[in-house]
């Protein structure tokens, strides 16, 4: 599986930015994807989840971010509104395997080169 991100680039604080993810490969295997983020020395972090077609967010990122999933173009979208600037870092687009069938251990990630959000003060 790959992934490619698209849509990063620098927005004003109160902003918004969406961002793609394209999946190819045996796309069949992702079982979820997910968008994190990492700014510099900072751990990195999960920002959204989505399992078909059911979101999750951490409390620290509920309201201001929403991820979508087209299955069928083996897409999925991060908007981002309202941004601020500790939203700058290096966002990611991640996967990982269902396991079934001939797929990659369940649990197996897949990671995109990942994309620089800046956000301006």
């Known amino acids: 599986v790959q992934l490619v991100e698209s849509g990063g680039g620098l927005v004003q604080t109160g902003g918004s930015l969406t961002l793609h993810c394209s999946a190819s490969?045996?796309?069949?295997?992702?079982?979820?994807m997910e968008w994190y983020r990492q700014s510099p020395g900072k751990e990195r972090e999960l920002v959204a989840s989505?399992?078909?077609?059911?979101?999750y967010y951490p409390d620290s990122m509920k309201g201001r971010f929403t991820i979508s999933r087209d299955t069928e173009k083996n897409t999925v979208s991060l908007e981002m509104n309202s941004l601020r600037p500790e939203d700058t870092a290096v966002y990611y687009c991640?996967?990982?395997?269902?396991?079934?069938?001939?797929?990659?251990?369940?649990?197996?990630?897949?990671w995109g080169q990942g994309t620089q959000v800046t956000v301006s003060s």
């Open positions: 991640s996967g990982y395997s269902s396991g079934w069938n001939n797929c990659p251990e369940f649990g197996t990630d897949y």
């Open positions: 490969g045996d796309t069949n295997c992702i079982a979820a």
């Open positions: 989505i399992r078909k077609y059911r979101p």
